[in-house]
């Protein structure tokens, strides 16, 4: 930390250093007059404010005036040998950040927040590392998980880290997220919620992160279930909604789409231009080879409207058959398999490894017999039928455990009689 802040001698005395040292910025980039029109205006203030009020010191006019005179600061760093003067820079704002908790009116408290983060943030290429280091200095001296201005500060600090180029700093940050949500529950609006996950979608998407924005984007697409259907038709979330299902057509790990078509804003484009989208992923969700080549011979202008490849969309068909096929079953001739996913039985072993390999099913092939052993497989779906089976699947064990329980039971009764 730079000299000019003690710690030992009170809020007080480090204020003053910290003008002081101001003042010689000040003097060195705007010249002396600047420095002179400061050095008045921060004596009136101090003295104004300890005169006002002799038990306790008001700092608010104080903090507005060092915050004032800041704006020009990350231009005051060298280019050779930066350093000290970036500890300073850091220092002084550390001084502004422990003033700030002292402002005891809420409502200049929130005109400071918003002005400090307005200050980090207001230039991406003028020290970018430094300003993203202060917005979450900023955010940690919040550290009350519920207080109102937290969620503030993160948006403008994750909105700064993608404009700069430095999301990948704020990423390890997102694993808390959900938890940061429900602390600030309280103070956010749904229109906010619905913009955090929006964008961050957006910065992951920028950042080569498909499957992650994928993921964001379905949560914002949760925030409106039960909304009505103007809002649903909006263009802003339509085009959101022909994103996300976009994503997951095209995105090879993405293979369940109950869930997506379970959700408002998707079954909002049904009667609209965009419906053959929603019709695809019924496709996925339920239907065969044949289907989707059937769609594509309909809708062969769609898949060029939307930059959809039909090459991969039924790569993923095939594997989604291939679940189908597999539930319920022990084992499957891999002949039989060929002909559902309309491959030649010389091809159809690389498909399989790659079901197996991407969780679809799990099970291995044995090779000498051409078959597939079978242990369990994806569900495409999960409704009555689904839930049907499953019962029926929990009676059998359960037969089947109290057939144990009843050998081991006679087996003792042998022993004891013995």
Same mark, same amino acid.
């Given at each position: 930390?730079?000299?000019?802040?003690?710690?030992?001698?009170?809020?007080?005395?480090?204020i003053?250093?910290?003008?002081?040292?101001?003042?010689?910025?000040?003097?060195?980039?705007?010249g002396?007059?600047?420095? &002179?029109?400061?050095?008045?205006?921060f $004596?009136?203030?101090?003295?104004?404010?300890?005169?006002?009020?002799?038990?306790?010191?008001?700092?608010?006019?104080?903090?507005?005036?060092?915050?004032?005179?800041?704006?020009?600061?990350?231009?005051?760093?060298?280019?050779?040998?930066?350093?000290?003067?970036? $500890?300073e =820079?850091?220092?002084?704002?550390?001084? %502004?950040?422990?003033?700030?908790?002292?402002?005891?009116?809420?409502?200049?408290?929130?005109r400071?927040?918003?002005?400090?983060?307005?200050?980090?943030?207001?230039?991406?290429?003028?020290q970018?590392?430094? &300003?993203?280091?202060?917005?979450?200095?900023?955010?940690?001296?919040?550290?009350?998980?519920?207080?109102?201005? &937290?969620?503030?500060?993160?948006?403008?600090?994750?909105?700064?880290?993608?404009?700069?180029?430095?999301? @990948?700093?704020?990423?390890?940050?997102?694993? +808390?997220?959900?938890?940061?949500?429900?602390?600030?529950?309280?103070?956010?609006?749904?229109?906010?919620? &619905?913009?955090?996950?929006?964008?961050?979608?957006? +910065?992951?998407?920028? +950042?080569?992160?498909?499957?992650e924005?994928?993921? +964001?984007?379905?949560?914002?697409h949760?925030?409106?279930?039960g909304?009505?259907?103007?809002?649903?038709?909006?263009?802003?979330?339509?085009?959101?909604? %022909?994103?996300?299902?976009?994503?997951?057509?095209?995105?090879?790990?993405?293979?369940?789409f109950?869930?997506?078509?379970?959700? @408002?804003?998707?079954?909002a484009?049904?009667?609209?231009k965009?419906?053959?989208?929603?019709?695809?992923?019924?496709?996925?969700?339920?239907?065969?080879?044949?289907?989707l $080549?059937?769609?594509?011979?309909?809708?062969?202008?769609?898949?060029?409207?939307h930059?959809?490849?039909?090459?991969?969309?039924?790569?993923? =068909?095939?594997?989604?058959?291939?679940?189908t096929?597999?539930?319920?079953?022990?084992?499957?001739?891999?002949?039989? %398999?060929?002909?559902?996913?309309?491959?030649?039985?010389?091809?159809?072993?690389?498909?399989v490894?790659?079901?197996?390999?991407?969780?679809?099913?799990?099970?291995?092939?044995?090779?000498?017999?051409?078959?597939?052993?079978?242990?369990?497989?994806?569900?495409?779906?999960?409704?009555?039928?689904?839930w049907?089976?499953?019962?029926?699947?929990?009676s059998?064990?359960?037969?089947?455990?109290?057939?144990? %329980?009843k050998?081991?039971?006679?087996? $003792?009764?042998?022993?004891?009689?013995?």
């Amino acid at each position: 930390m730079a000299t000019y802040i003690n710690y030992g001698e009170g809020e007080d005395d480090a204020i003053v250093q910290g003008a002081e040292w101001l003042q010689r910025i000040l003097q060195q980039q705007q010249g002396p007059e600047a420095e &002179r029109a400061f050095t008045e205006k921060f $004596k009136k203030e101090f003295k104004d404010a300890q005169e006002s009020n002799k038990n306790r010191y008001d700092y608010g006019p104080v903090f507005d005036l060092l915050v004032e005179h800041s704006k020009n600061l990350f231009s005051a760093i060298p280019e050779n040998k930066p350093e000290e003067r970036l $500890k300073e =820079i850091e220092s002084f704002f550390a001084l %502004i950040l422990s003033m700030l908790l002292l402002l005891e009116d809420t409502s200049h408290l929130d005109r400071a927040t918003t002005q400090l983060c307005e200050l980090f943030s207001g230039d991406t290429e003028q020290q970018p590392e430094l &300003r993203l280091r202060l917005l979450m200095m900023l955010y940690n001296t919040f550290n009350n998980p519920t207080f109102e201005f &937290r969620y503030r500060v993160f948006k403008y600090t994750l909105d700064f880290a993608a404009s700069a180029d430095m999301f @990948d700093q704020v990423l390890p940050y997102l694993d +808390y997220l959900e938890s940061w949500m429900a602390d600030w529950d309280a103070t956010l609006q749904m229109d906010d919620k &619905r913009k955090l996950y929006s964008d961050i979608s957006k +910065y992951m998407r920028n +950042y080569g992160k498909r499957p992650e924005a994928f993921q +964001y984007l379905k949560m914002y697409h949760s925030l409106f279930q039960g909304e009505s259907a103007d809002l649903l038709k909006k263009p802003e979330v339509a085009d959101q909604t %022909i994103q996300l299902i976009k994503d997951a057509i095209t995105l090879p790990v993405i293979i369940q789409f109950d869930d997506i078509l379970m959700l @408002d804003s998707v079954k909002a484009l049904k009667g609209t231009k965009q419906e053959g989208l929603v019709t695809l992923c019924e496709v996925f969700l339920s239907g065969t080879v044949d289907d989707l $080549k059937e769609f594509q011979k309909k809708n062969g202008q769609m898949f060029d409207e939307h930059g959809l490849n039909f090459q991969d969309a039924m790569s993923k =068909i095939r594997l989604l058959t291939l679940a189908t096929m597999a539930r319920g079953q022990s084992e499957l001739p891999l002949d039989e %398999i060929a002909k559902q996913i309309q491959e030649s039985p010389s091809s159809v072993e690389p498909w399989v490894v790659r079901a197996i390999s991407e969780g679809v099913i799990d099970g291995r092939i044995d090779q000498l017999n051409r078959k597939v052993l079978v242990k369990s497989a994806f569900l495409r779906k999960f409704e009555k039928e689904e839930w049907n089976f499953l019962d029926s699947k929990l009676s059998q064990w359960i037969d089947n455990l109290e057939e144990v %329980i009843k050998f081991l039971g006679e087996q $003792k009764h042998k022993v004891e009689d013995a």
